[in-house]
Each structure stands twice: as structure tokens, then as C-alpha cells.
């Protein structure tokens, strides 16, 4: 597909929310990414009101929110003495008609918006890797791999770099937005636990130094669990 008004490398959440918007604007875009198909493991977990506000322009929202867990309450430990309960049911009631925390693990979320961006007759073209790009005039022409490894260039007018943390659009245009990394190495893990107490809630519990996060993503007793990996020397 040529001539389309913007090319979308990478099909995370950014690129398939920016493929949705400017499909429901009007604008065509063709969004490839060079996986094989969309992420599989929970990674992201929180939705925030403001991502729902944005997908109700979409008539995404009430969608997203069924797949969704609201997470009634947040508690707080200290060295395993519970100090604090937080009550996030409706937390944000007077700013937002989504005033609440909902718990969306990222695989199902993205399996949402690749579905809502078929049905807007849009394909994610997997397997496709973007390599370069170069201006010509108005408009860029991309050199890009297909999945049968042979090499084609696409003319848009736009290119917008949803490639992830080292996204090669960025590094292209010159931009040194590098990011980093903690220092901490960090655990994570999506269980079904028992004894969970109070159930279905989260749980944020800090010891001298270490934390662990535990985040509901169903009402029956799914969790992931957050923390940090001590270093052997304690
Ligand atoms: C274990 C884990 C837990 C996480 N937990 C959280 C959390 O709790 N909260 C939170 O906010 N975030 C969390 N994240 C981070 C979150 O997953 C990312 O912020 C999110 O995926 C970023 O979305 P994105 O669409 O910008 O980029 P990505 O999801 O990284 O998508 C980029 C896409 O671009 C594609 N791509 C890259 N290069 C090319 C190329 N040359 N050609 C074609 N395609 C290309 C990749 O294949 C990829 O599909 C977590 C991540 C991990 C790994």
C-alpha cells in the first residue's frame, strides 16, 4: 500500500490507539510491525481515567472496561502490619465519568484494539519490519521488509515512530530521547493466590528496603505480583 497519508511503524498500544484516531478521522494509515502477532504477556496493567475519556471519543470504552477489573481498594503495609486501606471505587467522582482504577492486562488490551481496528477495515501487517526512511518532496519514502523478506518502499506523508523504548524511527529524525533503565533488578509474576487478605484487593507492602506489589486483574483471585530482587550481599 502506497500513498497513504501516514505510515504507523510498531503495533504496541500507541501505534493501535494512533491507527484507531486517525481512522476514525478520516486520515488512512497503513501500521506494520515486525513481530510475529501482538504481545502475549500482561506487561502494562493499569488503565487510567483519561485513556477511557479518550476511548469513549472511540466508543471504546464501555468495551474496554467489561474486559476489564475495577480494583475496589488499595491497602498499605509496613513490615507486615497493615497501616492504611484506600478505597478507589469511584475514587475520582467529581473529575471524570471514569472514576475508578481499572485493571486491564496489556495482551487482552491490545487484543481489543487489533479487533476494534479491523472492524474500521484496518489490518496490522505483522511481520513487516521498517528500516529506513527518506524525504522526497512532501512526502517520506520508507524502505521496509515484508514477510517474505523481500524489500519495498511506501510513500506516506507522515511516519510516526511507535516502535517501542529504541525505536529506530527515533533514532532516525535525530531525536536523543534515550530512556534508561532502573537499577533495582525487578520480579514479575501473574498468579492465582489464596490468602490474600482482604481478597481481590491490592496490596502494597514495604519491608526495610523492598516492596511487593500486589495488583487483582479478576475477582477471582488473579494477581500479579510486583518486587524487587534483593542482591545476594542483602
Ligand atoms: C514485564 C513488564 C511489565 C510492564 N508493566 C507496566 C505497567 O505496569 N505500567 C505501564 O505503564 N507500563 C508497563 N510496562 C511497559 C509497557 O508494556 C510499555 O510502556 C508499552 O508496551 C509501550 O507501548 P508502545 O506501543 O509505545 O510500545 P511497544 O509495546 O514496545 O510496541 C512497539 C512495537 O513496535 C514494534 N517495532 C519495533 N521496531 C520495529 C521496526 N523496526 N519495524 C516494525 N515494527 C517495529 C515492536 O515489535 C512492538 O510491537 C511493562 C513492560 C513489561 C515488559
Not at 498500544?13 to 500482561?42: C, F, H
Not at 480494583?71 to 465519568?97: F, Q, Y
Request: hydrophobic share 40%.
Amino acid at each position: 500500500m502506497n500513498n497513504i497519508d501516514v505510515l504507523i511503524v510498531g503495533a504496541g498500544p500507541t501505534g493501535l490507539v494512533l491507527a484507531l484516531w486517525l481512522t476514525q478521522q478520516g486520515v488512512s494509515v497503513r501500521i506494520i510491525d515486525k513481530s510475529l502477532g501482538p504481545g502475549e504477556t500482561s506487561r502494562a496493567m493499569a488503565v487510567q481515567a483519561r485513556t477511557l475519556e479518550l476511548y469513549r471519543q472511540l466508543d471504546l470504552a464501555e468495551e474496554t472496561i467489561a474486559a476489564g477489573y475495577k480494583m475496589p481498594a488499595m491497602n498499605m503495609w509496613a513490615r507486615g502490619e497493615p497501616k492504611a486501606r484506600i478505597s478507589l471505587e469511584n475514587a475520582g467522582n467529581d473529575i471524570s465519568p471514569y472514576p475508578f482504577v481499572l485493571v486491564l492486562p496489556q495482551d487482552r488490551h491490545e487484543k481489543i484494539l487489533v479487533a476494534r481496528l479491523e472492524t474500521s477495515g484496518v489490518i496490522v501487517e505483522r511481520q513487516t519490519e521498517f528500516m529506513s526512511f527518506r524525504e522526497e518532496g512532501e512526502r517520506i519514502v520508507a524502505t521496509i521488509i515484508t514477510p517474505t523478506g523481500h524489500t519495498e518502499t511506501c510513500t506516506a506523508t507522515y511516519v510516526a515512530g511507535c516502535d517501542g523504548a529504541h525505536s529506530p524511527v527515533r533514532h532516525q529524525i535525530g531525536s536523543d530521547f534515550e530512556g534508561g533503565t532502573y537499577n533495582h533488578l525487578f520480579y514479575v509474576a501473574d498468579v492465582n493466590a489464596s490468602g490474600v487478605t482482604p481478597a481481590n484487593e491490592g496490596h502494597i507492602a514495604f519491608d526495610k528496603s523492598d516492596f511487593v506489589l500486589v495488583m487483582p486483574y479478576g475477582p477471582e483471585n488473579q494477581y500479579r505480583l510486583i518486587g524487587t530482587v534483593e542482591s545476594e550481599e542483602g
